[in-house]
């Protein structure tokens, strides 16, 4: 018996012990999260203020400077602020500035001050970062302006479209007899449209990304994030949308959303997208200028006074593989319809015959080639041979996987290497697949040339930041449709305007490869010039879809709310 009772004490003993043990931690944990409490400083007019007595007090000019942030609220701090300064008791200097001082900073400014500084970062130029002093000068309306041009969207609309080839497309990998696409809409508040267009394939064949990855990924994560957004620039959406981890696997559906924003925002600032481009170019310039302390060598955009005119910019065409006969008319057609440049598609054994004919038929035509990665190393005498021909570049020659490199680790570097067996500068296309893998051509000198496409790059604005560092490096760039309807068609051109985007992109009519058109107006290049923000469409990309067409040719609608 009394054997049980030792055992019993025992265990009551341990139990308390662990008790204690677990009481200790609790307290000690209390205090670690109470520590930063308790060393907290608010400041007064009286002075210092410190622990939970600044805290309450911090709390009490919080709850009482709150609000809805609002055009109106903003305007209302903004005014009240510059009031301030009509008192000259309440103006301090430090002989290069003013400040208010005094009761009036204490009462007023303190308590709004974070609220403040945010407001005024929003006006301060890249580099000028003035703080407060930007709102002492700062025009009213114009802040209410800001926060009336805001993209604040309530719907997302998915319609997934088949569009039927003309006739079959051949390029060096597939023969294409039909399209499937993803176009985009997305509804504000106040129910105006933005449009956007998502480029990706059915199949895996071009890139990894594919369609029904990307209606996944829109309606489960980039349509409910833009919907619980609100931003004040399309480049904000870009910057939201490519923070989410795991998305650079899927520029294309980040590309088709942010499109949507670029097209919205235009039409609520009454911008045409070219206008927008040019204004964001010149940013960039101002930003790289700080930044690198040396103005970039690109031009600057030279924006008109009135931006309601329509643009027009120039078209080149892409002919697919076929025999010589028959790809010279091909060319010839395309000629007689105005187009400055021609692509040519090629493949080993299957292009150079009708490459020569094109070039003894059209001796001073500028003629560029996409070889879509299908030539091998034991392919060198006919690709050598293209060399004489008067090339602009050839896209993409070498086939990276038989010859055993790793596209995201050596492909660029192969490519470089590569170029210094070729007369003709090879254009890179295929060996990235965003906008990061992009960014490393910038390191081969050798890689003069490469293709813009904006839902490779993840969208307009990183596209736009990708053109402007290969101009100011001295690079081509080169716009390039994928067998895309008139709203991501549109939307390249916009780029032509910029400067330095000088050489017509493959961005010819939707008539050379679809019976139907989607967008009105209709996506056309007579005489080979394309027409940006036709009368009726001066803002935004400058197309609504066809109802109708949409209609005929629509698969599956979604709709996120």
């Not at 002093?133 to 969207?153: K, N």
């Not at 009135?306 to 892409?318: C, D, H, I, L």
């Not at 035509?365 to 004489?388: V, W």
Request: glycine share 8%.
């Amino acid at each position: 018996m009394m054997d049980l009772i030792k055992y019993e004490f025992l265990k009551l003993a341990k139990r308390k012990s662990s008790l204690v043990v677990v009481l200790a931690g609790l307290v000690v944990t209390a205090l670690l999260f109470m520590l930063p409490a308790l060393q907290a400083t608010y400041y007064t007019q009286d002075g210092a203020v410190e622990g939970m007595a600044g805290i309450a007090i911090e709390k009490a000019d919080v709850e009482a400077t709150a609000g809805l942030l609002t055009g109106d609220f903003i305007s209302q701090n903004v005014e009240e602020y510059q009031r301030l300064f009509d008192d000259p008791a309440n103006i301090g200097t430090d002989g290069s500035e003013e400040y208010i001082i005094g009761g009036a900073y204490w009462d007023f400014v303190a308590p709004r001050e974070r609220m403040l500084q945010l407001i005024a970062a929003n006006y301060d130029d890249p580099g000028d970062f003035r703080g407060l002093s930007t709102l002492r000068s700062l025009d009213r309306a114009a802040c209410e302006g800001l926060f009336r041009q805001h993209i604040d969207i309530a719907r997302v609309v998915l319609h997934r479209v088949r569009l039927p080839f003309s006739k079959p497309f051949k390029t060096p990998k597939e023969t294409l007899t039909y399209r499937e696409l993803i176009l985009v809409e997305v509804v504000d508040k106040k129910g105006r449209v933005g449009l956007g267009e998502c480029t990706a394939f059915d199949t895996d064949w071009y890139l990894p990304e594919t369609l029904g990855d990307d209606i996944q990924v829109m309606r489960e994560v980039l349509a409910p994030r833009v919907i619980a957004g609100t931003y004040l620039h399309p480049r904000e959406v870009a910057a939201d949308l490519a923070s989410i981890e795991g998305m650079e696997r899927f520029p294309m559906a980040m590309s088709a959303i942010e499109m949507d924003c670029w097209d919205l925002y235009g039409k609520v600032v009454e911008q045409p997208l070219w206008a927008l481009l040019g204004e964001e170019f010149d940013r960039l310039t101002r930003v790289a200028a700080f930044c690198e302390e040396e103005p970039p060598a690109v031009g600057q955009a030279a924006l008109p006074a009135r931006r309601t005119r329509p643009r027009q910019v120039y078209s080149g065409a892409v002919v697919g593989m076929g025999t010589p006969a028959r790809t010279v008319a091909e060319v010839r057609d395309c000629v007689r319809q105005g187009y400055r440049r021609i692509k040519l598609k090629v493949a080993p054994g299957k292009g150079l015959p009708a490459v020569r004919a094109v070039r003894r038929a059209f001796p001073e035509l500028l003629i560029t080639l996409d070889a879509n990665q299908s030539f091998s190393l034991h392919h060198m005498a006919e690709l050598r041979a293209y060399d004489s021909l008067d090339i602009g570049w050839i896209e993409e020659p070498l086939d990276l996987a038989s010859a055993g490199v790793s596209r995201h680790e050596h492909g660029l570097a192969r490519l470089a290497s590569f170029q210094h067996t070729l007369a003709m500068p090879i254009c890179v296309d295929e060996s990235f697949l965003n906008a990061e893998e992009a960014e490393r051509m910038f390191a081969y000198p050798e890689l003069r040339c490469a293709m813009v496409k904006i839902g490779k790059f993840g969208g307009i604005q990183r596209s736009l930041e990708f053109v402007h560092h290969a101009l100011s490096e001295g690079r081509e760039v080169c716009m390039s449709g994928m067998y895309d309807t008139g709203i991501s068609r549109f939307a390249h051109a916009a780029f032509q305007t910029l400067p330095g985007v000088v050489i017509p992109g493959d961005l010819g009519a939707t008539a050379r490869y679809f019976d139907a058109d989607l967008t009105v107006p209709a996506y056309e290049a007579p005489q080979g010039i394309i027409t940006l923000n036709a009368p009726g469409h001066e803002h935004g990309i400058g197309c609504d879809l066809e109802p109708q067409a949409l209609a005929a040719h629509r698969q599956r609608r979604y709709s996120v709310e």
